[in-house]
């Protein structure tokens, strides 16, 4: 069973540029995850999809994030324009069902570096 | 809003029991204690968890003390692959997500 991929593994871009992360679940995972861990910090969630919808974004930074799941299968997550702060690791997780019972399996995430 | 408390490192000896120690006095009833870890260079591994009896499964085995307050991750035969950071983390039952702290760095040394 494939487990959650994410592409690409590395991205380095320019300040002000355009960047789409993007994650695809292990099949038949309802729910899916961005977290980002940004330098010498810990690792923090960004938002929650339950197929198609999301659920909880409350951990999105700011508007120039947005995430998508068309057809509740991958997810893709844009960054537009990208800021230095930016920097990090994008990590996607995916789980079966909701619920503090149910573990995440996670990528291995997107090495983001804006200049 | 840090729940839990972690020592930040520690070392371990390869083939020998990794005991790694986790506060949370302020754990609910409904809370769970989750243990992940993150290997360099990949995501974070779901390990295992527990709400109050002790656990075991193929990777390891999670003591909870009786009145909850704390916890023991045992890594019984460690090797040089379990280097990791090892997070503990207290999650609602009904919650999604997953609030990780620093971590306890772990090396196992040959």
Redesign the interface.
């Given at each position: 069973e494939a487990g959650?991929t994410q592409f690409p593994s590395h991205s380095v871009i320019e300040k002000g540029q355009t960047v789409t992360l993007r994650c695809d679940p292990i099949s038949g995972h309802d729910?899916l995850?961005w977290?980002r861990r940004v330098m010498g910090k810990?690792?923090?969630?960004l938002l929650?999809f339950v197929k198609e919808s999301k659920?909880?974004e409350s951990?999105m930074p700011n508007n120039r994030f947005l995430a998508e799941r068309t057809g509740g299968t991958y997810s893709t997550l844009k960054v537009q324009p990208a800021e230095l702060e930016d920097s990090g690791v994008y990590?996607c997780?995916s789980?079966l069902r909701?619920?503090?019972?149910?573990?995440?399996?996670?990528?291995?995430?997107t090495q983001l570096s804006v200049l | 809003d840090a729940k839990t408390t972690q020592p930040p490192s520690m070392d371990c000896a390869e083939g020998r029991a990794a005991n790694l120690p986790c506060n949370h006095s302020t754990i609910s009833g409904n809370?769970?204690v989750?243990w992940y870890r993150?290997i360099h260079?990949?995501?974070?591994?779901?390990i295992i968890?527990g709400l109050k009896n002790n656990e075991t499964n193929e990777m390891a085995s999670l003591i909870i003390t009786e009145d909850r307050k704390s916890s023991t991750l045992i890594l019984p035969h460690a090797t040089l692959r379990d280097t990791a950071v090892y997070y503990c983390i207290v999650?609602?039952?009904?919650?999604?997500?997953?609030?990780?702290?620093?971590g306890t760095t772990v090396t196992v040394r040959a």
């Open positions: 959650v729910n995850y977290y810990e690792i923090k969630f929650h659920q909880d951990g990590f997780a789980s909701q619920g503090g019972r149910e573990k995440l399996f996670f990528g291995s995430g | 809370e769970y989750y993150q260079s990949q995501g974070p591994q779901y968890h999650r609602v039952y009904d919650d999604y997500k997953l609030s990780f702290g620093a």
